[in-house]
């Protein structure tokens, strides 16, 4: 093997270990969740984000419609608007839909789930263990990695798309 070829190698197998340390996906029967993250929130707030994406593979719609979080009484799947220039946020009345062949992604300034009662604070590199409950596929366990407070998106999120 030349000097390079071994050079090549090497940082591949990197690039692969950096990618399996960071992703973590999910399965439901027929949905696929990706990197669900939660943003930290500042001392004695009441209230967080969390967002993932979902992806249909299947042929039949299906519907996010809540799920839980240690550390919240609630949660709940909400959606950002604009109303004029004000900023509202509001539950997703009968939950998010994901068509087939549709991925849909839960963002800041978008729709996200909404962890409500928080008992304490969220700290920035926790991972917090939570479920999300969908309509056909079930309830399914997921971890949420905490980002910075300010995170537009998740530091590690991989956009395979
Ligand atoms: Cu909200």
Redesign the pocket.
């Given at each position: 093997m030349s000097k390079l070829t071994v050079f090549v190698c090497a940082s591949a197998l990197a690039v692969a270990s950096a990618s399996i340390a960071l992703a973590h996906d999910y399965k439901a029967g027929m949905l696929k969740i990706g990197h669900p993250w939660a943003r930290a929130t500042p001392n004695g707030a009441q209230?967080g984000?969390g967002y993932l994406t979902v992806e249909n593979t299947g042929t039949e719609a299906d519907k996010l419609v809540g799920g839980t979080l240690t550390g919240a009484g609630r949660v709940?799947v909400?959606q950002?608007s604009m109303e004029g220039s004000v900023m509202k946020?509001a539950p997703v009345e009968g939950g998010l839909v994901i068509k087939p062949r549709e991925i849909v992604t839960l963002k800041p300034g978008g729709y996200?789930l909404?962890f409500l009662d928080l008992k304490g604070q969220i700290k920035k590199g926790e991972m917090l263990k939570g479920s999300l409950e969908f309509e056909k596929a079930g309830k399914v366990e997921v971890e949420f990695k905490v980002e910075a407070i300010a995170a537009k998106k998740s530091e590690s999120g991989h956009d395979h798309h």
């Amino acid at each position: 093997m030349s000097k390079l070829t071994v050079f090549v190698c090497a940082s591949a197998l990197a690039v692969a270990s950096a990618s399996i340390a960071l992703a973590h996906d999910y399965k439901a029967g027929m949905l696929k969740i990706g990197h669900p993250w939660a943003r930290a929130t500042p001392n004695g707030a009441q209230v967080g984000g969390g967002y993932l994406t979902v992806e249909n593979t299947g042929t039949e719609a299906d519907k996010l419609v809540g799920g839980t979080l240690t550390g919240a009484g609630r949660v709940e799947v909400h959606q950002m608007s604009m109303e004029g220039s004000v900023m509202k946020m509001a539950p997703v009345e009968g939950g998010l839909v994901i068509k087939p062949r549709e991925i849909v992604t839960l963002k800041p300034g978008g729709y996200h789930l909404m962890f409500l009662d928080l008992k304490g604070q969220i700290k920035k590199g926790e991972m917090l263990k939570g479920s999300l409950e969908f309509e056909k596929a079930g309830k399914v366990e997921v971890e949420f990695k905490v980002e910075a407070i300010a995170a537009k998106k998740s530091e590690s999120g991989h956009d395979h798309h």
